[in-house]
Every structure is written in C-alpha cells, then in structure tokens.
Nanobody, 124 residues
Framework: QVQLVESGGGLVQAGGSLRLSCVASGRTLSSYGMGWFRQYPGKEREIAAA????????YYADSVKGRFTISRANSKNTVYLQMNSLKPEDTAVYYCAGRVNGGLGFTNRQYDYWGQGAQVTVSS
C-alpha cells in the first residue's frame, strides 16, 4: 500500500557523484526500515545500503562502504542515497525498498514495498 518513487539517477563519469531520492506516498515512512538495492544485468538484486526506522543504524555492502551514504528525512517522507567516487561497476538499476519491520533488512524477501527503479550509469 506504500508507493515509492526514485529519482536522481542518470549518467555520470567515473569519480563523480549522484544523489538518489526515494519519496513515499500512501503513508509515512517514519516507522519503516528502508534500503537501497541494485541490480546488474542478468544478476540478482543485491543490497547496497539499509537504514533502520530512526536512522540510528545503517548497513553498507562492502562494495560501497566508504563511498555511499544512506540517510532519511522522515519529516519529508524521503530516503536518500548519496553516491560518491562512482565506479563503472556501480552501473545498475537502483531500487528503493521499504519494510514494515523497522529494523535493518539485507535481502529482497525482507522488504514489503519497492520502487520502480532508477538507472545509474557510470562511464569509464
């Protein structure tokens, strides 16, 4: 019943930055755990970052640790993924996901709501 819409994707050169946004409608995200997943062509969707309901706990995949930052602005019903030092291997479709359980989630099955996806392409 929650709708999630991603924005901010696009084309960027290696070493550049992008900021993805995920805006929810239908109800507030303030009690939801949120995550960003990415999917490479021909591969399973994989976790990039997650944040708990309050923002006090975060998780990052090793491949993005130190480069990506997940944050949330519950007052705006929005979750962000700041992506710095982008690499060609970051090229993927990025999905915003929400879970009724307010804790961190790491797998697709742990999330209840999904956005449409945003393409991020990093050129070399």
């Amino acid at each position: 019943q929650v709708q999630l819409v991603e924005s901010g994707g696009g084309l960027v050169q290696a070493g550049g930055s992008l900021r993805l946004s995920c805006v929810a409608s239908g109800r507030t995200l303030s009690s939801y755990g949120m995550g960003w997943f990415r999917q490479y062509p021909g591969k399973e969707r994989e976790i990039a970052a997650a944040i708990n309901w309050s923002g006090i706990s975060t998780y990052y995949a090793d491949s993005v640790k130190g480069r990506f930052t997940i944050s949330r602005a519950n007052s705006k019903n929005t979750v962000y993924l700041q992506m710095n030092s982008l690499k060609p291997e970051d090229t993927a479709v990025y999905y915003c996901a929400g879970r009724v359980n307010g804790g961190l989630g790491f797998t697709n099955r742990q999330y209840d709501y999904w956005g449409q996806g945003a393409q991020v392409t990093v050129s070399s």
